[in-house]
């Protein structure tokens, strides 16, 4: 990618870019290069023989779900495991993740190669990127203060009762288990596509019975999306 970058139809500097983002967070790195790592993914990262966002990337997940897990613990006194390991789940995937990563202009700052599509999983794992960088400028306890700062409104809009809908595959387990009857089994397919689009097809099994089928971009969108067919269709035998 090349130094100066266009963003709304003007032509900036990379700097000015990384410093666009860096108000949006309400941080300014001591280190803009740890910033500018984050910031950097593979396909730019390699060809160039400099480091990706891909290390950071993984500090930044680890570190986020064990904030996330601590702030639920104490915002929820009374939620059982189940729950908190849910609401967990809805806070950190990659939709939520995405949609915050655009709203502090990373979709825009991301270095990516000619012809690669800054898609809702890179937005993700810039974020997680971005998220490592601050744990090493801020340490742990002032990381986990920024990161209630920024999930506050999703966990506001949170509800308990909604939880079951945000994570079908759970949902349906927990279904099984009250029913007496055996665990769902995901089965694939059929994988269809090119390896850079693969595009991935599950049946999901209760009580021996095909009871949903779902297609998605990984195996894990496509188990969800079948457990989700499967709950509907269950659902609907029970009220019938």
Known sequence: MARNVKQEGETV??????????????????????????????????PKGLASNERLEFLGDAALSHAVAELLFFAWPRAREGELTRARAALVKGETL???????????????????????????????????????????????????????????????????????????????????????LYRQVEVRGPEHQRLYVYEVEVGGEVRGRGEGSSKKLAQREAARVALQSLSGEGSG
């Not at 300014?28 to 984050?38: C, D, G, I, K, N």
């Open 13 to 46: 500097s990379r700097e000015e870019v990384l410093q666009r983002v860096e108000e949006k967070l309400g941080y300014r790195f001591r280190r803009p290069e740890l910033l500018a790592e984050a910031l950097r993914h593979r396909s730019v990262a390699v």
């Open 98 to 184: 995405a949609a915050l990563a655009s709203e502090l202009g990373l979709a825009e700052a991301l270095e990516v190669a000619e012809g690669v599509e800054p898609g809702e999983a890179l937005l993700a794992d810039a974020l997680e990127a971005v998220l490592g960088a601050l744990v090493l400028e801020l340490g742990y306890r002032r990381f986990a203060a920024f990161v209630r700062r920024l999930l506050s409104p999703a966990l506001a809009g949170l509800s308990r009762s909604e939880l079951l809908s945000l994570e079908p595959k759970s949902a349906l387990q927990e279904l099984c288990q009250r029913k007496g009857w055996e665990l769902p």
